[in-house]
């Protein structure tokens, strides 16, 4: 009898190493990538357990009452659902932001833009376009000294997780304004005195490419913050348009461009009259940011 009890016990026994390992194998079978860190980060989020516990304690039994609720975030990875939007959070440039299906999901990518202007950031007013979560400006008025920073975005539900960052962040020189890229600029010579920074990771994928990115990506970043319209350059025809009049004459505009914008961008930003144009790769060596002067 006690021995049957016992054996019960084993076979429905939840430990670390028992758990990791069935859904490792769950998430091979539809072909997840980064598998490991994937299932960590979901067994970190519905028992808490972290990176230590797999060394030391693989033998723990996890708290079964909170089982069923895992294995539901479980299989919400499998049909897709990326795992951001599951632990409703992502890390960027060592800090956690919140994201939901309202903003695009932060790239590790992106944080070559951050760095790139946190080193000319100290003292400046910065604008932010495109702001989505508000990562970008969010992140360089965190680990840079900046003056101020205003982040845009057309999405108000965008706004409402980039203003929630900003709380969870304690951030407070930092406002975010609702506006279709310059629009409310132009209507309020109240914001609209010089930047010396504008920063945006815009909108860049040629409308037809969409269809072919990963389900993640196509079925959960909302539409709006991938599609850069019929050939992907669409926003950055009109940043570099408009950025200028909104520019101290010291002005640096810093973009995030696709792996195969390196001279398409360039191009535009010449010949709408910039100086001093540089296209700095990744750690990938794919082309990825761009800093001009005004
Ligand atoms: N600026 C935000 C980011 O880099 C949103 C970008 C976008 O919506 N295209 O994550």
């Known amino acids: 009898m006690e021995r049957k009890r016992e054996e019960r016990k084993k076979d429905n026994s939840h430990t670390i190493k028992s758990v990791y390992c069935e859904t490792v194998e769950k998430f091979k079978n539809v072909e997840i990538e980064e598998i490991d860190s994937q299932v960590k980060l979901l067994m970190e989020h519905c028992f808490g357990v972290k990176p230590i516990d797999y060394v ?17 975030c479980v299989n919400k990875r499998c049909d897709r659902i990326p795992l951001q939007h599951i632990i409703g ?6 800090m956690d932001f919140s994201v939901n299906e309202n903003v695009l999901i932060p790239r590790f990518d992106t944080e ?9 950031c100290e003292g400046k007013k910065v604008l932010d376009m495109c702001t989505g979560s508000g990562c970008i400006i969010l992140s360089i008025a965190k680990l ?10 057309i999405s108000e539900k965008a706004l409402e997780v980039a203003r929630h960052n900003k709380e969870m962040l304690s951030i407070d020189n930092v406002e ?9 600029l132009e209507k309020n010579p109240c914001n609209n005195k010089g930047f010396d920074i504008i920063v945006s ?52 505009l810093a973009l995030e461009i ?15 009259g910039y100086k001093d144009v540089r ?16």
Do not use: C, W
């Open 56 to 72: 030391l304690n693989p033998d723990k039994e996890l708290e079964s009452q909170n089982y069923d609720y895992y294995i539901e």
């Open 89 to 94: 959070k992502t890390n960027f440039m060592g």
């Open 112 to 120: 070559n833009l951050v760095e790139k202007v946190l080193k000319i």
């Open 144 to 153: 840079g000294k900046i003056k101020s920073g205003i982040g845009i975005d």
């Open 176 to 184: 975010f304004l609702q506006s279709d890229m310059f629009d409310i």
């Open 201 to 252: 990771n815009p909108p860049y994928i040629p409308t037809g490419e969409i269809e072919k990115l990963m389900r993640e990506v196509k079925n959960h970043d909302p539409f709006i913050a991938l599609d850069g319209k019929e050939d992907g350059l669409f926003f950055y025809r009109i940043i570099s348009r408009e950025a200028r009049k909104y520019l101290v004459e010291s002005g640096v």
């Open 258 to 272: 696709g792996y195969d914008q390196g001279e398409s961008v360039p191009q535009i930003l010449k010949a709408d």
């Open 279 to 294: 296209v700095y790769k990744d750690l990938s060596g794919l082309d990825r940011v761009v800093l001009a002067n005004i």
